[in-house]
């Protein structure tokens, strides 16, 4: 199977920030990828498929955060992340 | 942000009696009430608060570990406290395992970065296997008081 690799540069754009519920969102999303998925801020990374991982980054609103992923279906797991940091997670963003 | 920024030392729960979900919640609460962190006026209706942010999905995050929480207006800081249970109590984990050890955070509506720090520090410390075991075999309040302040002192890296 092809190793692809795709990474993008989202912001954290929700008022409430990366807390347990769009982390919680994020682990759901990159687990049905077979791609490993990292966020990586400020050169700390973390798997997004952990939520312990995710809430490590204490990322607030306006974060920029890095997505890479690496696997046969890396292209649609960073659309798929993308996606859901562009929508704020569908939490209000004030 | 550290532990005795906002965990209530007078409020921990080493050996937890309750057996469910609600009342493990109603268990932390009331320390919190006892300690004085929280009025007593305000329990009932902080109870229901959790109780209705579990039903949007399990705090329980897996690693036997569970983050009940939720804002409200009655606290004027974000304060916490820290449960112990031996037997694991079903929590609708995401993993699907009992929770054995319970961070419970009450924080102020208008302080979302204090709630992120305060999850951070918590995340932190739990991938540590060496504190999560050393949590686990607390027997008494103070006991989980030294193993925090350790932590804040980063005895468990990181």
């Given amino acids: 199977m092809s190793q692809l690799f795709s990474t993008a540069t989202v912001v954290v754009s929700n008022s409430q920030g990366l807390h347990m519920r769009p982390a919680n969102l994020l682990v759901t999303a990159a687990g049905k990828f077979a791609s490993n998925v990292t966020i990586v801020r400020e050169g700390q990374s973390v798997d997004c498929k952990s939520i312990l991982g995710i809430l490590t980054l204490g990322a607030v609103q306006g974060c920029q955060l890095d997505l890479r992923a690496e696997g046969p279906d890396a292209n649609s797991a960073i659309e798929t992340i993308v996606d859901l940091f562009q929508r704020g997670f569908d939490e209000p963003t004030e | ?158």
Avoid: W, Y
């Fill in chain 2, 1 to 158: 942000m550290k532990f005795s920024d906002f965990i209530a030392t007078q409020a921990l729960l080493p050996v937890l009696g309750s057996t469910t979900k609600e009342s493990v919640i109603g268990e932390l609460v009331d320390a919190l009430v006892s300690s004085g962190n929280v009025q007593a006026s305000d329990r009932d209706d902080i109870i229901r608060a959790i109780m209705k942010r579990e039903e949007l999905g399990s705090t329980g995050i897996g690693r036997g570990v569970a983050v009940p929480h939720t804002k409200h207006v009655g606290v004027s800081k974000l304060v916490g406290t820290v449960g112990v249970s031996q037997e694991g109590i079903d929590f609708d984990s995401l993993d699907g395992h009992n929770a054995e050890l319970f961070f419970l955070l009450v924080s102020p509506p208008d302080r979302p970065g204090d709630h992120l720090r305060a999850l951070e520090n918590i995340s932190r410390q739990l991938r540590n296997d060496t504190f999560c075991r050393f949590l686990k075999q607390s027997k008494t309040g103070d006991d989980i008081t030294q193993l925090l302040n350790e932590a804040d002192d980063n005895h468990f890296g990181s």
